[in-house]
Structure formats: C-alpha cells, structure tokens
C-alpha cells in the first residue's frame, strides 16, 4: 500500500473503535482502512485499549427486564439475513460498501449532476447523512462550494485535488460549513469517491449558485 496524506483524526478513529460513530462515517472510515495499514495499526491498539478498559470494569448484576430485552433483541438479530454479496463484485470495491454493488461501478445508476459529475445515492443515515458516490470525469471540476453540514469523502479510484492539495486513492478528506473548495479530477483518468453529506452542498459561483435550492431538498 502507497503511504497515504490524509486520515481520519484520531477522535473519530478512537468512536469508530467504540463503536459509536453514525452508519455513515463508520462506512467511510472502513473504506479508508482497507487502503491505510497505519489507520489499521491505530485501531488495533484502540481495540486493544477498549478490551483493556471493558475488563476493568466491575460488572453490575443486571435486571430481568434488562436480560429479557437483550435475549429478545439476539433473537431479532439472528432472523436479519445480510444481504447477499455477488460473487461476481469487483474485488476493488471495498467490503463495507459490496453490498451496494451488484458487480462493478458501471452497473450503478448513476444520475447526471452536471457536466463533470454523476451520482448515485447508496442510502441514508438515521442522523439525515446522505451516503453516495461521486464519479467526476478526467479533468472535471465540482465547481467552487461551501457546506451546511460536514462532508466526509474517501476516494476509492483516480485522484483530484483543491486548494489545499492533491488526494489520492484511499485518501480520507473532511470538510466542514467553514471551509470553500473546488476539488477537480486529474486529466488521466475518472476519479470515483465515497461522500458523507450531512447537510447540502452551496455553490459559490454566479451561474452555479442558482442550483443551491435544489441541493437542499432531501436533508432534514
Ligand atoms: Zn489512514
């Protein structure tokens, strides 16, 4: 694996660990791991700091109503089947996001965006996070933005780059309602990505700016 610039921060890293992190950043930061062995190393040692920390801990007895519900929740768990993973899925797809994915990117329903960009929708956070993928075309731009919400995006093919720099594959961006940017695709190949959207996207410039209130739609 190529060292990669950008990680998760090691807070958000220590909640994936917890386990307390919404569906949609856990989804991104298990498709960062499986490109960044040092992420993977910090969170073996968290893990292991967890467990440590769990053993400590002096158990409480627990009350019958409490284990009536866990037992009735294990139940409900076991009649969950996953959903079936092809066996025909693209092995560069990462795990956490096969389930999407019937065989390959190209099989999505992608939806038009604009000239250099389409989208399609994997699903939605109960926090109101819109999860999609992203493909921009070589050398296409998403044109300058701001955020009403956190954007969490990993790039799981191709490259692009802004104002603060170039991402490569596996690479883990936040963005927040401070910060403006126009991320462009570089010109040798189409860059795909995953994004974490939790509120719209606002474009900046004179003509892009009049999409805003269809961005908005859709988010709690
Ligand atoms: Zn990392």
Redesign the pocket.
Known sequence: MDK?NN??YGELLASYSAGSLPLSQALCISA?LEH?D??ARKLQRLNRVGTELMQQLTPSKASDDLKNRLLDRLDSLEDETPKHESARVDPSIPRCLRQFVDSSYDDLRWKWVSADIRSVELCRDSNGARVELLKIKPGGSAKTHTHLGDEYTVILEGSFSDEAGLYRKGD?IVRDRHDQHTPVATRDRECICLAVTEGPIQFTGPISRLLNPFLRRGYA
């Open positions: 990669l990680h998760p960062h960044c040092s992420c883990f």
